[in-house]
């Protein structure tokens, strides 16, 4: 079975494709073992699908699913394209969360997320201020003076009572600088769409930044969010990074 490696922002995925829809959970605990496997935060399996131009089946490293990741759909419609299972380079796709639209523009991908979902207003807790919004998946953001603030331990307690991403972000000359915990990786990863997605919403809320700004993950590329009407979209740089057999 051949597989490619890619990575969007930090996040990196294994990619394949097939015409079978069936539960993948275990091979992306094996794909996504970094020691034994190939190595990533998650797998794509991109299936058929009658509504759209093709449906995507996504697994965290522990085989647990996910309804939406930001990164991933930049990284799958770039393989789509690539691979010539869309008939141009702007496409939709079904994902957990719904209907995915993203465009390929050379290395550069942008997708249009699905409408966020207020789950809680502003609460304090632990000595910082919360917001829990779905971006796609859930996501608490506190919005801090120094990243440094970004503490693992309250990171797993607050994921765990809440179900959610937990993000901490720091707003600067205009810019959002992220550091985000995921489900499923459980621990800090170099970037979350869905996540950066939810701080830039929380910033913009609060006059902050405005409609369109750069937001800089862990991994420190540069990605765009932007919010016209009240969808917002998302932009950066994809690549690919291997191909690999896996017997």
């Given amino acids: 079975m051949t597989y490619k490696k890619y990575s969007a922002s930090g996040n990196d995925f294994v990619i394949f494709h097939t015409l079978v829809k069936k539960d993948y959970s275990q091979e992306a605990i094996k794909l996504c073992n970094r020691t034994e496997g190939i190595g990533a935060d998650g797998l794509i399996v991109i299936v058929p699908n ?46 957990g969360a719904g209907v995915i639209q993203s465009q390929v523009d050379g290395d550069i991908v942008e997708t249009q997320l699905t409408q966020p979902k207020v789950i809680k207003e502003e609460f304090k807790e632990d000595g910082f201020i919360w917001y829990l919004v779905d971006t796609g998946v859930p996501h608490l953001v506190t919005i801090v003076e120094d990243l440094e603030k970004y503490n693992h331990d309250l990171c797993a307690k607050m994921r765990y009572k809440y179900n959610a991403n937990v993000n901490f972000a720091k707003i600067e000359n205009g810019i959002i600088k992220v550091r985000t915990y995921e489900r499923g990786v459980e621990g800090e990863t170099l970037a979350c769409g869905t996540g950066m997605a939810a701080c830039f919403l929380r910033a913009n ?11 800089y993950p862990k991994s420190g590329e540069e990605l765009t969010l932007s919010k016209i009407d009240e969808t917002l979209f998302f932009k950066g740089a994809v690549k690919e990074v291997f191909t690999a057999e896996v017997k």
């Fill in 205 to 215: 809320n609060l006059g902050l930044v405005e409609n369109r700004c750069f937001v």
């Fill in 50 to 95: 009658d509504n759209a131009d093709f449906e995507w089946l996504f697994y965290n490293s522990d085989g647990s699913d996910a309804a939406m990741c930001g990164n991933g759909t930049r990284a799958c419609a770039h393989y789509a394209y690539a691979n010539g299972l869309v008939p141009n380079s702007k496409m939709t796709f079904l994902t």
